[in-house]
């Protein structure tokens, strides 16, 4: 399996509009974050994990010439406000799987109703086919994939869980059952926004703690802001065995 990481930012993305914050300024590359997302590829199948604003760009960068589906976690805009821009892919390949809880792709139908349409659908609108994820593990072609239910604030949200590899963003409380199928994982990639505590999100010290209960082989931190710092500075300071993921970062699992 191979995740490649095409998006690491928070929901503005860094650097933020007309920021003179020293990390929005900063000419590393590994500084420069657009809105979190993942390629998730096995085998021939290649799917994507939450599809924000920067998509299409996305999409162009990591040169992705089809997709099999999308799995949304939630429904805020940093997550979901690329859904138009599949269009080349509906258009080649046919309608696109989406995957999401009910409410999200409740939620998903009133902001992209012609997307959704099945009567007088607008021609140049792309096609779609919905799949309603709860608590139960679905199968992708020859491959489980297990929901993890999350607290975003208070908003249930969903990550997953693909054999070894999880992926968990815009966490801030996980319970004890979930934590359970979080076990014995190769790669846990996981949100950490900032260092100071936020009322929604991980903060540094608090993704670190569940990493350290859940005990992967190799951790990555996600959806991070300009306030956590410096890539340079701040994976210096982080266990052996946990990274700060970047744009453009590819592992193998």
């Avoid at 012609?114 to 020859?142: C, D, M, T, W």
Wanted: charged content about 25%.
């Amino acid at each position: 399996m191979k995740v490649t990481f095409l998006g690491t930012g928070t929901s503005q993305g860094i650097p933020v509009i007309n920021s003179t914050h020293p990390v929005c300024l900063s000419t590393d590359k590994k500084d420069k974050r657009l809105r979190v997302s993942v390629l998730v590829e096995w085998d021939e199948f290649c799917y994507v994990i939450d599809c924000g604003p920067d998509f299409r760009y996305q999409m162009l960068r990591a040169k992705v010439n089809r997709i099999d589906g999308i799995l949304f976690t939630h429904e805020h805009a940093d997550h979901v406000a690329g859904l138009d821009d599949i269009r080349p892919f509906s258009f080649q390949l046919g309608k696109v799987p989406i995957y999401a809880q009910q409410r999200v792709l409740t939620n998903l139908k009133h902001r992209f109703e012609y997307i959704f349409e099945e009567k007088n659908k607008y021609p140049g609108a792309p096609s779609i086919i919905q799949n309603s994820v709860e608590e139960s593990v679905f199968k992708l072609h020859n491959l489980s994939v297990t929901p993890i239910k999350i607290k975003h604030g208070n908003l249930p949200i969903l990550g997953y869980r693909f054999e070894n590899f999880a992926y968990l963003t815009d966490v801030k409380t996980l319970v004890s059952s979930e934590k359970e199928k979080l076990k014995g994982l190769k790669v846990l990639v996981i949100s950490a926004l900032r260092i100071e505590q936020h009322h929604s999100h991980l903060s540094l010290s608090e993704a670190l703690s569940i990493i350290d209960e859940l005990k992967p082989k190799r951790a990555y931190l996600t959806h991070i802001s300009h306030k956590l710092g410096f890539h340079t500075e701040v994976e210096k300071n982080l266990p052996t065995n946990v990274f700060l993921a970047y744009d453009e970062l590819e592992i193998e699992i």
